[in-house]
Nanobody, 128 residues
């Protein structure tokens, strides 16, 4: 079982920055597929960014050039650096861990990976 705990959310003005963290309970998860997702009220959950078992990343078009996903394997922590925040970025943000094709050594960064483990979320609010 893998437990994920997000932190770092809050309220920020438009144009500001926040860094989200996700602590992963299982040290062997350092090679899992990891991702950040978000869900705004009344909207479907959407993928934001993903990272593979190494350092390859992929982003949703809406955040490309503004957000950076990274992982510190030594500390079993996933990060999402969010810059130039906009009111449309307001949402609950979740981190997730998973596999591709049953492999828990993630071969590629993919927002459609089988994310089996999810955190409880951290709220990000961007005021205009």
């Amino acid at each position: 079982q893998v437990q994920l705990v997000e932190s770092g959310g809050g309220t920020v003005q438009s144009g500001g920055s926040l860094r989200l963290s996700c602590t992963v309970s299982k040290s062997t998860a350092r090679r899992y597929c990891m991702g950040w997702f978000r869900q705004a009220p009344g909207k479907e959950r959407e993928g934001v960014a993903a990272i593979d078992g190494g350092s390859h990343t992929t982003y949703a078009d809406s955040v490309k050039g503004r957000f950076i996903i990274s992982r510190d394997k030594g500390e079993n922590t996933l990060y999402l650096q969010m810059n130039s925040l906009e009111p449309d970025d307001t949402a609950m943000y979740y981190c997730a861990a998973g596999s591709i094709g049953g492999s828990w050594i993630c071969p590629r960064a993919d927002l459609t990976a089988d994310f089996a483990y999810w955190g409880q979320g951290t709220q990000v609010t961007v005021s205009s």
